[in-house]
């Protein structure tokens, strides 16, 4: 049972002013794993006051100095990887091989990458006589996801520190263990006084808080899209920055050639990795309509191919979130059956042979993109095979959603993947399996409006301040 009571504040491990405590449960068991304190606003106004009174010395800290505190951090979190690990499966039941594999990979690869983009990064930049100088745009809240936890809290927060800025983490309040590891890492590795701030508790106290404080001058939030267009609506009167990375409705089109099969069976095995729960998840598998029957075929496989279970154990999925999470995903399976798509592998209800935990079956329908199950985030191990008759169908059908934040297309022909990819409003697409930590990952239309990882990542966090007559 992990108790974390206290808040990182200023430097130091602080009582909440409010005694308010709330369980985590662990969704493969559905027993308590642990207690978190609920923070209250007046703990967020101490942190914002620590955070402010940091900026001054961190903002103008040199770029040797945060490449020593970064590789410092390196050191203390590649000492914890396992119990971060640990804590994720816990949190919010990731699979071991996946926890300790790319959760805690995903967080690593993120802080390797702020340290390579700070070696080089241009902050000042000549024109002339002007001068255009990138300055670290202050007190930033970082708000963050249970669904990836240390991906997103850790490509906030090092392109945050890298940049000069100053932080208030708000983790969430389903996954909050890895966070306070890492807070501790932070700690351990010589963060100095108030550049990082820790504060755990609901989105409505805290995170509206944040949202609303006027001396926050960034928020980046990474989360739903209601949510997203509340803090938007919350910052507007302070008029801060407000960087969001909301959900998705991913098309993942496989062409018409040989490796069909192949790609269909990676694409469903993909999709249904991490319970589903992923943001750019490719939920909408587009497959030639005259080859509907393979593909099906292979997606079936696919699907009954993943191993659920005990996420401790040596399996490939483990459970969804939470209690509320699951049923949400069965009513999203029931509204697929009512409105007439196809179940062709897993369905309603746990598992066989599983009658505890949040288990949902691996379920892959064949259906229409207007049905809402191709329209909404399920944020669940379901897939849509949708069927396309030639590649502007395939293309009309990926761009109908008011969603743009991921796009896969897998085929031999790479001269046809480019081609297709191009013509994708989405802003990352991944073209048979390709991967980089330095590309810019956001999205359009619904999906948010900011850029992280990578170089783009820095200019998140930064102000551009033009001196003309400067040289
Ligand atoms: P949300 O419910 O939106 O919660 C995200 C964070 O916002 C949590 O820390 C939450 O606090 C907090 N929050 C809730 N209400 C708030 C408010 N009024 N003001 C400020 N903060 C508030 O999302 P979720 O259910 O955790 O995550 C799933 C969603 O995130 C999906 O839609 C998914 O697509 C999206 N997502 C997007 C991406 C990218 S990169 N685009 C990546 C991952 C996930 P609590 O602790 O109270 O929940």
């Known amino acids: 049972m992990r108790e974390y ?3 990182y504040i200023d430097g130091a491990w602080v009582d909440p002013v409010a005694a308010k405590t709330a369980d985590v449960i662990n969704p493969a068991t559905e027993a308590v794993a642990g207690r978190i304190s609920l923070g209250s606003v007046a703990d967020v106004d101490t942190a914002v006051a620590a955070a402010r009174k940091a900026f001054g010395s961190w903002s103008q800290s040199t770029r040797e100095e945060r490449l020593d505190l970064l590789g410092a951090i390196q050191a203390e ?4 990887q396992t119990e971060l690990g640990d804590a994720i499966i816990e949190e919010m039941g990731a699979p071991a091989s996946l926890a300790h594999g790319f959760h805690v990979g995903l967080g690593a690869g993120h802080l390797q990458t702020a340290i390579e983009v700070l070696r080089d990064f241009r902050f000042d930049e000549q024109r002339g006589a002007t001068m255009i100088a990138r300055e670290p745009i202050g007190v930033c809240a970082l ?14 927060i090092f392109p945050a520190l890298a940049t000069g800025c100053t932080m208030i983490l708000k983790p969430p309040q389903l996954a909050p ?3 306070q590891i890492l807070t501790e890492i932070l700690h351990t590795a010589g963060v100095p006084a108030g550049v990082f701030n820790m504060i755990q508790g609901s989105g409505s106290v805290i995170g509206t808080a944040l949202s609303k404080h006027d001396d926050i001058d ?6 739903s899209e209601p949510v997203g267009v509340q803090i938007q609506q919350d910052a507007a009167p302070t008029v801060k920055r407000v960087a969001l ?16 099969a192949a790609n269909v069976g990676a694409a469903t095995a993909g999709m249904m990795g991490n319970s589903g729960q992923t943001c750019s998840a490719g939920s909408r598998l587009l497959v030639p309509a005259s080859r509907l029957d393979e593909a099906i075929a292979a997606a079936r496989d696919a699907a009954d191919g993943v191993t659920v279970g005990d996420p401790k154990g040596n399996v490939a999925m483990g459970p969804v979130v939470s209690r509320a999470q699951f049923d949400s995903i069965q009513g999203y399976i029931q509204q697929g059956l009512d409105e007439g798509a196809t179940l062709v592998a897993g369905g309603l209800g746990r598992p066989d042979g599983i009658d505890q935990g949040w288990f949902v079956r691996p379920t892959v329908f064949v259906g229409t993109n207007a049905m809402s199950i191709a ?12 069927g396309y008759d030639d590649v502007d169908h395939a293309v009309g059908i990926a761009n109908d959603t008011t969603f743009g934040l991921a796009g896969y297309v897998n085929g031999t022909d790479l001269e046809q993947c480019r081609a297709v990819a191009r013509r994708l409003r989405t802003g990352w697409i991944s073209i048979n399996g390709g991967f980089d930590f330095h590309a810019p990952f956001g999205g359009y239309k619904h999906s948010g409006n900011g850029r992280e990882w990578g170089d783009f990542g820095f200019h998140e966090y930064l102000e551009i301040k033009s001196l003309l007559g400067y040289a």
């Open 77 to 80: 979190y590649a000492r914890r």
């Open 143 to 156: 708000i963050t996801p249970w669904n990836w936890p240390m991906n997103q809290t850790c490509v906030k």
């Open 177 to 179: 263990f890895s966070a």
């Open 245 to 260: 990375e909301l959900g998705g409705k991913s098309p993942f089109i496989v062409l018409d050639d040989d490796a069909l």
């Open 218 to 223: 960034m928020v980046s939030f990474t989360g």
């Open 375 to 386: 329209r909404e985030e399920i944020f669940g191990p379901v897939l849509v095979i949708i």
């Open 5 to 7: 009571l206290q808040f």
